[in-house]
């Protein structure tokens, strides 16, 4: 396994308290989640008997299905987008889609025993559930990855990842875009987006 811990700086995600109302099923969420790391593994497994090409074509429906694409990137790129034209906000989404299923599939790529557990008991906080995953390394400590899910159209869905619970990848991401955005546009961060996927895929 190929797996590359992002560097980003620590980002604190802020839990609004929950209300009194009745607390989501979660179960759903969980499901979700392990259907994900199940995929996951199974790209590992398959190692060099699969091409990039071929990894990136298994992995891209489960993480289309597991990820709520056009909100995170939405809350990536924060209030520039509103003034985006439609067609390069449709541009960006997909060119987010293609970099997180590129990088997926290369950092996911080679298996040496590894395991991944997926917690039971998500925390919830006004209506979004946490739930944490253990990636087991022989010889090397785990790595704690925690996706962070909200319902849309009836589905739980990923809107943020957190490295060893802590690390934002949404937060990160919206501070390195920033400066992107403020030097060229939404045509910038689509070329940086796009360079990136062809960075995962060499």
Request: aromatic share 6%; charged share 20%; proline share 5%.
């Amino acid at each position: 396994m190929k797996y590359r811990a992002i560097s980003m700086p620590l980002a604190a995600i802020v839990w609004v308290q929950p209300s009194m109302a009745q607390a989501p099923d979660t179960r759903p969420a969980v499901a979700a989640i392990q259907t994900f790391s199940d995929a996951l593994l199974e790209s590992m497994k398959a190692g060099a008997s699969m091409t990039f090409s071929q990894r990136a074509a298994r992995l891209g429906p489960v993480v289309e299905r597991s990820f709520d694409l056009p909100l995170t990137t939405r809350l990536a790129v924060g209030p520039p987008w509103s003034t985006f034209s439609a067609a390069d906000q449709t541009a960006l989404v997909d060119a987010i889609r293609r970099m997180t299923i590129a990088e997926y599939a290369r950092n996911f790529s080679s298996w040496n025993g590894e395991t991944i557990t997926v917690d039971t008991k998500p925390n919830v906080r006004a209506g979004d559930a946490l739930v944490r995953t253990t990636l087991s390394r022989k010889g090397k400590d785990p790595v704690v990855i925690a996706y962070r899910m909200r319902q849309s159209g009836g589905r739980w869905k990923i809107v943020d990842v957190l490295f060893n619970g802590s690390v934002s990848q949404l937060a990160t991401r919206r501070s390195d875009y920033a400066a992107i955005v403020k030097r060229g546009g939404a045509k910038a961060l689509i070329a940086h987006l796009d360079a990136a996927a062809d960075k995962a895929a060499r």
